[in-house]
């Protein structure tokens, strides 16, 4: 992707928000202090690129999508490529038609659909991305391309296409699990409310490695007897917590960015394909739910050490694995009735810059370059500042 410069003689003056000193510090821990300090201005020098500017006369008389529209749909094109990788990984070594049959039987102990729902979401995603460039370029807006970024090394392990590289990291992840207790809470951290994980994943693969601690062709039993196959269900485990937090994720983004847009068309876009998102983590939700509760749980990864405990011994609805619907919360008012909604949905939880911070903290983009977290930090910024028209 070409980073475009300031016109000339256009600078930014606003002083970087705290959500962006909050992503900075996050992005030094990936790139490195040094590398990061060399590449920071081009973070704060970029405009709005020119092939996206519709003015808003000319965006007026054509009815078509304000310069706003257009950043929403770049930035969501950003993020589609950026779950389209993601999600090309999982099913080459998970996926209906995967290569690592050690891997595959550890998914299907979470069901038995898993390596199917891999594929058909996988290809929901790069239907997603598609859509969105080609009606970007059908606007005469200009598409988003992050080939120039695919620098990362994948797995190692049977199935895996070693030439290959990657825009995300899926080999040491820090997963988000508090979306599992926030949707089984009467609160909302639109309200400021926060929820502890549900499981600990720290440093931890989603993927095999390689075949020298996860064999592609051993047994996978329910529950697992030996350190390795304790490793590859771990792995397996892991993964299903990671999909649930992606689309969960993604169903907010499209919520929040959904109130952002001024043109009818684009709200219809961007409604369309949120819903599928939402779809996803339903699917996901419940999945995950399998990986901590008899006959599974109790797995521990013997290298990372994470732990998959029985959640449901609690006893308590806050960790209840059959729980996968919303319980209603606060919204809009604490004076109203509380109601079963898809949160947080505001700019400062869920718009793009969040989203950004979000997949940073979860280790999916270690190994990226400075440039990357540059072009995407500003997709996320002209995003977040759209106004929606009336």
Request: net charge negative; glycine share 8%.
């Amino acid at each position: 992707m070409t980073v475009h410069e300031a016109p000339a003689g256009v600078t930014e003056t606003a002083a970087p928000s705290s959500a962006e000193h909050e992503l900075q510090t996050l992005w030094r821990r990936v790139v490195g202090r040094r590398s990061f300090l060399k590449q920071a201005g081009i973070a704060g020098a970029a405009a709005i690129p020119a092939g996206a500017l519709l003015t808003s006369a000319a965006a007026a008389k054509s009815s078509g999508p304000t310069a706003g529209d257009v950043a929403i749909l770049r930035f969501l094109a950003a993020a589609e490529i950026l779950e389209t990788d993601l999600w090309q990984q999982y099913a080459e070594l998970g996926g209906a038609n995967g290569g690592n049959a050690a891997y595959i039987k550890a998914l299907e102990n979470l069901d038995g659909d898993m390596p199917q729902y891999i594929s058909d979401n996988t290809d929901d995603e790069l239907s997603h991305e598609l859509f969105i460039n080609a009606y970007l370029l059908s606007k005469g807006a200009q598409p988003v391309n992050l080939e120039g970024f695919r620098t990362l090394r994948g797995s190692e392990a049977t199935g895996a296409d070693r030439r290959r590289r990657w825009l995300t990291n899926l080999k040491e992840l820090d997963v988000d699990t508090s979306w599992y207790t926030r949707y089984r809470s009467g609160d909302n951290p639109d309200f400021g409310a926060t929820f502890p994980q549900a499981v600990t994943i720290h440093n931890q693969p989603a993927i095999p490695l390689s075949d020298r601690d996860t064999p592609p062709n051993q047994d996978q039993p329910v529950p697992p007897v030996n350190a390795r196959q304790s490793r590859m269900q771990a792995i397996a485990n892991s993964a299903g917590f990671h999909f649930a937090m992606i689309e969960q994720g993604g169903s907010s983004l499209y919520v929040t960015l959904a109130q952002q847009v001024t043109n009818v068309e684009v709200l219809r876009i961007v409604l369309s394909i949120g819903g599928v998102e939402v779809n996803h983590f339903a699917v996901w939700h419940d999945k995950a739910g399998n990986a901590v509760a008899e006959p599974l749980a109790g797995v521990t990864d013997p290298e990372t050490h994470t732990h998959f405990p029985n959640l449901n011994a609690s006893g308590g609805e806050a960790t209840q694995t059959n729980l996968i619907f919303p319980e209603p919360c606060d919204f809009i008012s604490k004076d109203l009735p509380q109601v079963s909604i898809i949160r947080p949905s505001s700019t400062a939880n869920s718009g793009a810059m969040a989203a950004v911070r979000g997949l940073t903290a979860d280790g999916l983009f270690k190994g990226q370059s400075p440039e990357f977290f540059s072009v995407v930090s500003r997709l996320a910024r002209e995003a977040d500042a759209a106004v929606r028209g009336v």
